[in-house]
């Protein structure tokens, strides 16, 4: 069984930046493919960015140029940069993870509350 637990969520003025991270235990994210998603008030939960287990990465089109994702297979630990954050950032941030041979996540962390002050 895999645990993921985000962190690093907070108030943040226009045009700053945070960084998120999202801690596994129960297995090794090495060998996984691990995503971040959010989710607004009244919207639906949408696609932010994805590292795969090899490195690659993708991100949803208004956070490309703004947020990278990177992983630390040390710390079991995937983050994502955020930077030049906007108002219509804030949502809860959730990561997920699953095993490079999955076509969905299975596992999912509680989300971590960010807020972007304008």
């Known amino acids: 069984q895999v645990q993921l637990e985000e962190s690093g969520g907070g108030l943040v003025q226009a045009g700053g930046s945070l960084r998120l991270s999202c801690l596994a ?3 090794s994210l ?3 493919n691990v ?3 959010r989710q607004a008030p009244g ?4 696609f932010v960015a994805r590292i795969s287990w ?3 990465t993708q991100f949803e089109d208004s956070a490309k140029g703004r947020f990278t994702i990177s992983r630390d297979n040390a710390k079991n630990t995937v983050y994502l940069q955020m930077n030049t954050l906007k108002s219509e950032d804030t949502a809860v941030y959730y990561c997920a993870a699953a095993l490079a041979s999955r076509r969905e ?3 999912w962390g509680q989300g971590t509350q960010v807020t972007v002050s304008s």
């Open 25 to 27: 235990s129960g297995r």
């Open 30 to 32: 090495s060998i996984m």
């Open 35 to 37: 995503g971040w998603s």
């Open 43 to 46: 919207k639906e939960r949408e």
């Open 54 to 56: 090899s490195g690659s």
């Open 105 to 107: 996540y299975n596992y």
